[in-house]
DNA sequence: CAGCAGATTGACT
DNA sequence: GTCAATCTGCTGC
């Protein structure tokens, strides 16, 4: 059974608890007429409360303005000129939440994503790190501030975790957030080999 | 308008 | 373990 989330998913204020109940959720693309999806197994939370998100404390620039929408929206951006990390939007449209997602395990289209991250057979680090989730799904700028719906979307397959296999810890890459880098708003799977190696 | 730093990854010493 | 790759958008002059 499986049925795409309702964006009253999305829209609910907690985005810790959205990160959590990610975690068994299928992420699904459609793109250029390749399917492809996943099991979701990391996810991190931002807010607009703490340093580590673009927007912080409200902040509107260019590219954030992507956050002042309401949830069920794709956050698309470009890393290091090199890499695109795939966010949701979480809350509603006065509230710059989001979740990003971080690992998958390979579902459907496992040959199309090993072609498009140019390897030749599947590793646990087909799509491990938000960097190789959006390059296996072949999600790219284009697809930023998406509904989520019809070229990307996630599906509830009735996959659960028990709260004992969800790990939270500190968040990695943010050292620059001070006292905020060390909200433990990263979850992951407990023994899944798909997750992104933890620091 | 120039300079800089980043929610990363993978190749190399 | 260390470090370069490479582009966007923000900050400051």
């Known amino acids: 059974m499986a ?12 985005v810790t608890l ?8 299928v992420l699904c693309t459609n793109i250029e007429g390749i399917l492809t999806s996943g099991i979701i197994v990391e996810t991190e939370a931002y807010s ?3 340093r580590a998100s673009h927007a912080y404390g409200g902040k509107r620039t260019p590219r954030t303005e992507t956050f002042y929408n309401d949830g ?10 090199i890499h695109y990390l795939f966010n949701v939007i979480t809350n509603w ?5 989001a979740v990003l997602i971080r690992a998958i395990e390979p579902l459907e289209g496992k040959e199309d994503m090993l072609l498009r991250r140019g390897m030749n057979k599947m590793t646990h680090r087909i799509a491990a790190g938000p960097g190789s989730v959006c390059k296996a799904l072949g999600i790219d700028r284009s697809h930023n501030g998406l509904d989520l719906g019809k070229d990307i979307w996630i599906e509830d397959r009735s996959i659960t975790y028990k709260k004992s296999q969800i790990i939270a810890s500190p968040r ?12 433990p708003w ?10 992104s190696k933890a620091k």
């Open 3 to 14: 049925t795409k989330l309702s964006k009253s998913f999305y829209t609910r204020s907690d």
């Open 18 to 25: 959205i990160a959590r109940e990610l975690l068994g959720k």
């Open 48 to 50: 607009q409360r703490e």
């Open 72 to 81: 069920g929206i794709s956050y698309v951006y470009m890393c290091y000129g």
């Open 93 to 97: 449209h006065h509230t710059a939440d």
């Open 172 to 183: 990695v890459g943010v050292d620059y957030a001070g006292e905020d880098a060390k909200l």
């Open 186 to 195: 990263r979850y992951r799977v407990k023994d899944s080999p798909w997750v």
